[in-house]
């Protein structure tokens, strides 16, 4: 069976000191549709429970989104994989077929600039990259890709198609200030940004191994293009 490590954000709170953290669908979506035939693991800068963004919470469990209601009751399975994550700086990258990051603003906090989670995070995504395994993110997960370079030091995603969550949609949701970069800015600084025709449309880029959805509502396709992948 193949196996994937899920990413997590370990930053709970935003520039401006509010709550933040991972994105409940762009974990449970994704996740219901790869475990009864991939290998999951969990993983996060410091380990072991990352916090959940609790507007996700609120926004998708208490509007009764069945799989996001399921993950954060699931606990013989899936508590027990947050409650067990492994640090990043354990992490082997030999272990998995595929890297799967998830977002809210959480990554492009730590993730993405924390100088200590960046080196272990490049290490492991350069790892997977290079390889070529499955590397994959949605919506601010995407963040954690823009700062990886190859062995000449010229960027991953240089002139490559991706997507990550638009800076529409970040404007529509007050968030421009709360994080230290908006994605949608820095991919086409050195790659090709896709997004759908209007905000919050579901949307997926897949350019070789690498595979990025736009947003929340982009998950659920994220996880089917990931387990297309891996059967291929």
């Given at each position: 069976m193949p196996s994937i490590l899920f990413v997590f954000t370990s930053a709970d709170k935003h520039?401006?000191?509010?709550?933040?953290?991972?994105?409940?669908?762009?974990?449970?979506?994704?996740y219901y549709i790869l475990k009864d035939t991939v290998d999951i693991d969990f993983a996060s800068p410091k380990g072991s429970n990352p916090p959940v963004d609790p507007a996700s919470v609120?926004?998708?469990?208490?509007?009764?989104?069945k799989e996001c209601i399921q993950f954060l009751k699931d606990d013989m399975i899936v508590k027990a994989k947050l409650a067990n994550a492994k640090k990043l700086s354990d992490v082997k990258a030999d272990d998995y077929d595929a890297i799967f990051y998830i977002g809210g603003h959480g990554p492009v906090i730590?993730?993405?600039?924390?100088?200590?989670?960046?080196?272990?995070?490049a290490e492991i995504r350069f790892s997977f990259y290079q390889a070529g395994k499955i590397t994959s993110a949605v919506c601010h997960g995407g963040a954690t890709l823009v700062n990886v370079v190859d062995k000449e030091g010229k960027p991953i995603l240089t002139g490559k198609k991706a997507t990550a969550f638009s800076n529409a949609e970040e404007e529509l949701v007050n968030g421009t200030e709360l994080i230290p970069?908006?994605?949608?800015?820095?991919?086409?600084?050195?790659?090709?940004?896709?997004?759908?025709?209007?905000?919050?449309?579901?949307?997926?880029?897949?350019?070789?191994?690498?595979?990025?959805?736009?947003?929340?509502?982009?998950?659920?396709?994220?996880?089917?293009?990931?387990?297309?992948?891996?059967?291929?």
């Open positions: 520039l401006k000191g509010g709550p933040t953290g991972w994105y409940l669908p762009e974990a449970a979506h994704p609120k926004l998708f469990a208490d509007h009764e989104d730590d993730l993405a600039n924390d100088p200590v989670s960046l080196k272990l995070a970069f908006l994605p949608e800015d820095k991919i086409k600084a050195i790659g090709i940004y896709e997004k759908a025709p209007k905000p919050w449309g579901s949307h997926v880029v897949v350019d070789g191994n690498l595979i990025t959805g736009q947003n929340p509502a982009s998950a659920a396709a994220v996880g089917k293009a990931i387990l297309e992948a891996l059967r291929k």
